[in-house]
């Protein structure tokens, strides 16, 4: 798994990647210049299985809770879930309405799922 998190608040960095990596093995963390206006983006990977039979997109939504707890509030959060074996990969993000549906309680799921 691969995940780039941007539009972040820069000043929690240090917890959002702690947070990940409580979620999953992310090593080798690497960063990048954003946009003045909204902030940097940072990326990472590891390799590891989903286990107990938890979807890529129970996944998705488990690590963008943590990230967004660490953040406190909403920030861009993309997986990239690739098979080792076998390409191509999927691509899971959530959205405003997802961070308000796992954060504050509302209902509604717009999970998006791209194959490349």
Not at 98 to 103: A, Q, V, W
Request: charged share 30%.
């Amino acid at each position: 798994m691969s995940v780039e998190i941007s539009r972040y608040d820069p000043a929690k960095a240090a917890e959002i990647r702690a947070a990940a990596e409580e979620e999953w093995p992310f090593e080798d963390w690497w960063g990048c210049p954003w946009d003045e206006t909204q902030g940097t983006a940072m990326h990472s990977s590891g390799q590891h299985q989903l286990c107990g039979g938890e979807s890529e997109e129970q996944f998705t939504e488990r690590l963008s809770v943590a990230i967004w707890r660490a953040n406190d509030g909403f920030c861009e959060v993309v997986v990239n879930a690739t098979y080792m074996e076998e390409l191509p990969y999927e691509i899971h993000s959530l959205d405003q309405a997802d961070y308000e549906r796992l954060i504050q309680g509302k209902r509604r799921s717009t999970l998006r799922r791209k194959s490349k």
